[in-house]
Structure formats: C-alpha cells, structure tokens
C-alpha cells in the first residue's frame, strides 16, 4: 500500500506501556480542616497560580518542608533591608544635624548600612529566638 505521495507508510512502532505517572505514585493523604474564610483565602491562591487546589497545597506542603532554617527567606531579606534604613536614617539625621551633607559623607553612610544590614537583621533574630523559647517563659 502507498500513500498519495508515492511513498510506503511506515508503520508505529507498538506503544511502550505508558511510565507511571507521579500523581499514581502519591498513595498517602493528609487532611486539614478549615474555615470558610480560611477555604476561600486558599482556593483563592490556587486559583490566582493557575493551579487545582490539591496540587497547590501539594506544592505549598512541600516547598515548606524543604526550606531549612538556613535559607535566607523573604522575611529575614526584608528584615535586613529595614535595618539598613534604619542605619541610614539614624546616621543622616546624625550627620546632617552638624551642617551641609557632602557626597562623600552619603556614600559613607550607605556602604555602611549595607555593609551591617545582614548582621543586625540576623542579631535581632537571633534576640527573637532566645525571647520566644519555651525556656525563657515569655511569649
């Protein structure tokens, strides 16, 4: 047999057996309860990634779990930019208090904000940690 192109067909080769998927690897379950208000807060985020809400929970679940307490999250980054404009503002009303600010003086200033903003965010964690633990009875 041939095709309208003059050629001979040449046929499939048989189907391999289709590789299981991840979803039919997933036999465990975990179940929640939640409020309405709390429902809709949570079909709302899966809905606005595009996501069904099984594998946005899934994805939320897991991308928790997998954070260890040494990466630097959203939170601590923030927190170190605060402490660096905080830096800046003590020390620009310091300085500015005395008399005209150069450009040097606000270089200065900022290099050193940066250069402590990490530390200082990581110290007041640190302080955080130490008033929030069971021991300490406080909080």
């Given at each position: 047999?041939?095709?309208?192109?003059?050629?001979?067909?040449?046929?499939?080769?048989?189907?391999?057996?289709?590789?299981?998927?991840?979803?039919?690897?997933?036999?465990?379950?975990?179940?929640?309860?939640?409020?309405?208000?709390?429902?809709?807060?949570?079909?709302?985020?899966?809905?606005?990634?595009?996501?069904?809400?099984?594998?946005?929970?899934?994805?939320?679940?897991?991308?928790?779990?997998?954070?260890?307490?040494?990466?630097?999250?959203?939170?601590?980054?923030?927190l170190?930019?605060?402490?660096?404009?905080?830096?800046?503002?003590?020390?620009?009303?310091?300085?500015?208090?005395?008399g005209?600010l150069?450009d040097?003086?606000?270089?200065?200033?900022?290099?050193?904000?940066?250069?402590?903003?990490?530390?200082?965010?990581?110290?007041?964690?640190?302080?955080?940690?130490?008033q929030?633990?069971?021991?300490?009875?406080?909080?």
């Amino acid at each position: 047999m041939t095709s309208p192109d003059g050629k001979t067909p040449v046929s499939a080769p048989p189907a391999a057996p289709a590789v299981p998927t991840s979803e039919s690897n997933r036999t465990k379950s975990i179940a929640t309860r939640l409020t309405d208000a709390e429902f809709a807060e949570v079909e709302s985020a899966a809905a606005s990634a595009g996501k069904k809400l099984a594998e946005w929970l899934r994805e939320a679940a897991l991308a928790q779990a997998r954070t260890t307490g040494e990466e630097k999250t959203t939170d601590t980054v923030l927190l170190a930019e605060l402490m660096a404009l905080r830096s800046l503002i003590v020390n620009l009303f310091a300085v500015a208090s005395k008399g005209p600010l150069s450009d040097e003086t606000l270089r200065k200033i900022s290099t050193y904000a940066d250069a402590i903003k990490d530390q200082k965010a990581e110290e007041l964690l640190a302080r955080e940690r130490i008033q929030t633990t069971p021991e300490s009875g406080e909080k």
